[in-house]
């Protein structure tokens, strides 16, 4: 019997040894908004990735490079075998496409060029705060967060964006593949590379 508990002793002690600690229901909260503050204040960063964007009739996918800086953006698409090539810049005040065949298209603002060249809306402007897994400025309809604090799904701005992979990025989780989805619109990024710092290319 001594023997008998002593095991189970032991076998208790090395249970406790090996359970990861989880964070308390009512500490997830303040652990994203840590989280959405650190990341807000996060100027520089570039992914390289694959994007892909469906509307149910048309759609199309290809390898993508986001750049972003304290003032500017950078995104550059270019789908399979080289097809559908273009660059998306954007700084203060003006959004310009430049596409493979030399065309350029100018706007006031990246959503409004977006918009004019697909259709239909793609919140550019939110998908920059999206795909570092947080919410965008401005609130958040409803967000569902996992043991650690990082969103499993967030809805805004009618769209409802679900995330099922994070990568570590030094002391950081960043997401790793993401979908936004509205109605029959659909986003979708798989992101290979995280680079975070002045200069991040």
């Avoid at 259709?119 to 998908?127: F, I, N, Q, Y």
């Avoid at 996992?146 to 994070?166: F, N």
Wanted: charged fraction near 25%.
């Amino acid at each position: 019997m001594i023997r008998a508990g002593r095991l189970c002793l032991l076998l208790a002690v090395a249970g406790c040894s090996v359970t990861p600690s989880v964070p308390p229901p009512e500490n997830l909260e303040s652990i994203y908004h840590d989280r959405a503050q650190r990341l807000h204040g996060l100027d520089d960063w570039a992914l390289l990735g694959r994007l892909s964007i469906d509307d149910s009739h048309d759609g199309g996918s290809g390898r993508l490079h986001w750049q972003r800086s304290a003032n500017e953006m950078q995104l550059d698409f270019r789908g399979s075998l080289g097809q559908g090539a273009w660059r998306l810049r954007v700084g203060p005040g003006q959004a310009r496409l430049e596409r493979g065949d030399g065309s350029v298209t100018a706007a006031e603002s990246i959503d409004e060029l977006v918009q004019a060249e697909m259709g239909w809306s793609v919140p550019v402007e939110a998908l920059r705060w999206w795909v570092l897994g947080v919410a965008a400025p401005g609130g958040d309809d409803a967000l569902e967060l996992d043991a650690r604090g990082r969103p499993i799904a967030l809805a805004q701005l009618g769209w409802t964006v679900r995330y099922d992979r994070y990568l570590p990025v030094g002391d950081l989780q960043l997401p790793g593949r993401l979908e936004a989805t509205r109605g029959s619109y659909r986003v979708r990024l798989a992101v290979k590379r995280w680079t975070l710092g002045a200069g991040a290319q």
